[in-house]
């Protein structure tokens, strides 16, 4: 392809030359023109077999309600491979010399957005559930980037498809953009397309880059002489949610999706559920440990015998390290021996032994249970909580405390870890 005509219904005309490297040109199976509207999420694409097509033509359609000037738009050229690799990508502007200064402000619709789930983490192997427009099938095109290398790949999806498979592992621990675009098809290889909200995420680190968080923890808890007595775990939450609970939920405290809190390569996020405990104690000037007299997720804290999570029939897992630019916390997942959890954990994160770990353990000889004040220490337990059999074993209490803070977006979306931070950030 060596030269692209566009046309606007206002008998606008402007070609527009191309020349790329000629070793690169043979790679691509494919060419996708795009005009990208600059005020709107308008964007009209041509499909274009590389090998047999020298010369392009875009036809801007008329619309009463936004301009369809051929200066407003900018042109988009990728070439790829078979594979869906992008191995050519070039901006143009379309608008003449007086108007090359304006902003290309490519404005998203913000009602709907591609969302990701983590199919086989072990595996790197992803899935982009893909917005719906309407009820009625639509085109669909997805622009997966590698933010550090800018690395493309673009992808079209059959016709009605609301899920897409990545065809390819993505690698551990990068940063990733993807971009989606649905509309309708116009013709053979022609199609009026609305642009999404960018979807930016962190693919999950593997096993091996979870094992050098994991010893950078280890690293920063090495003062035994911080290690104190526990006895029970705690949970806060505003009195309303335990009330719900014993009215509405016959007293079973029921799991929920981990959120993107911490680490946002953490094999944890959005992957499975459970109930987030704390074993934080705080030091008194007078040097007693005491927990927290004030919490920011609510005025109620139930308490549960640390024996209820580290015990023979559960089994330990170490599956993050972060800080929110003041404490280090440390999340731990306790999960119920070969339950669908379990096997996650056991794939994903790094097994502890409940009794030999520098974060949370029982001590045998000393009989007692203890925690490492260096850290704040979550517990992620994977199970419903029966409170009423809890409480009516003596195992669980229920008393009052401060709230401070607002938290219920943090808790719902998760706080993200402080990238700065040179402890617990690996910088891969």
């Excluded at 491979?81 to 998203?108: C, F, H, P």
């Excluded at 971009?179 to 116009?186: L, P």
Aim: include cysteine; hydrophobic fraction near 35%; charge should be positive.
């Amino acid at each position: 392809m060596h030269e692209i005509e566009v046309r606007s219904s206002a008998s606008e005309k402007i070609d527009v030359p191309v020349k790329f490297d000629e070793h690169k040109v043979k790679e691509c199976a494919s060419s996708v023109i795009m005009l990208a509207h600059k005020s709107s999420s308008l964007k009209l694409a041509v499909l274009l077999d590389t090998r047999a097509h020298q010369r392009a033509l875009v036809v801007i359609p008329g619309n009463r309600g936004t301009s369809r000037k051929v200066s407003d738009f900018y042109m988009e050229i990728y070439g790829i491979n078979s594979n869906g690799k992008v191995v050519i990508y070039d901006t143009k502007s379309l608008a003449n010399s007086d108007q090359q200064n304006e902003v290309m402000d490519s404005r998203q619709n913000t009602n709907l957005q591609p969302q990701l789930t983590r199919k086989h983490i072990s595996q790197a192997r992803y899935e982009v559930r893909l917005p719906m427009l309407t009820r009625q099938p639509c085109y669909k095109f997805i622009c997966l980037k590698e933010v550090s290398t800018d690395e493309k790949h673009l992808f079209q999806c059959a016709n009605g498809t609301t899920r897409y498979t990545v065809p390819f592992p993505l690698k551990p621990a990068k940063e990733y953009e993807i971009n989606v675009f649905c509309g309708s098809c116009d013709g053979p290889g022609r199609y009026t397309l609305d642009a999404y909200p960018p979807l930016k995420f962190q693919a999950a680190m593997d096993k091996s880059q979870l094992r050098l968080l994991y010893k950078r923890a280890i690293e920063f808890c090495n003062d035994r002489s911080l290690h104190r007595r526990i006895h029970f775990l705690f949970r806060n939450k505003p009195h309303q949610y335990f009330d719900k609970i014993r009215s509405q939920n016959g007293g079973i405290m029921t799991k929920y999706m981990k959120n993107d809190g911490g680490d946002q390569a953490s094999p944890l996020n959005r992957a499975i559920q459970g109930l987030f405990f704390s074993a934080f104690l705080k030091t008194t000037p007078n040097r007693r440990t005491v927990v927290p007299p004030c919490s920011p997720f609510g005025n109620q804290r139930l308490h549960v015998e640390a024996s209820f999570f580290l015990n023979q029939s559960n089994n330990l897992y170490f599956a993050d390290f972060f800080c929110h630019y003041t404490n280090h916390r440390i999340t731990l997942v306790v999960t119920k021996a070969n339950s669908y959890s379990d096997k996650f954990c056991s794939e994903n994160l790094i097994p502890l032994k409940s009794r030999g770990n520098p974060f949370l353990y029982y001590n045998m000889w000393q009989n007692g249970f203890f925690t490492n004040l260096a850290v704040n220490i979550e517990v992620f337990y994977t199970e419903n909580i029966d409170i009423g059999e809890l409480l009516s074993d003596k195992a669980a209490y229920f008393t009052f405390c401060y709230s401070k803070g607002y938290s219920r977006k943090k808790s719902f979306i998760g706080q993200r870890k402080n990238k700065s931070c040179s402890v617990c950030n690996l910088n891969l």
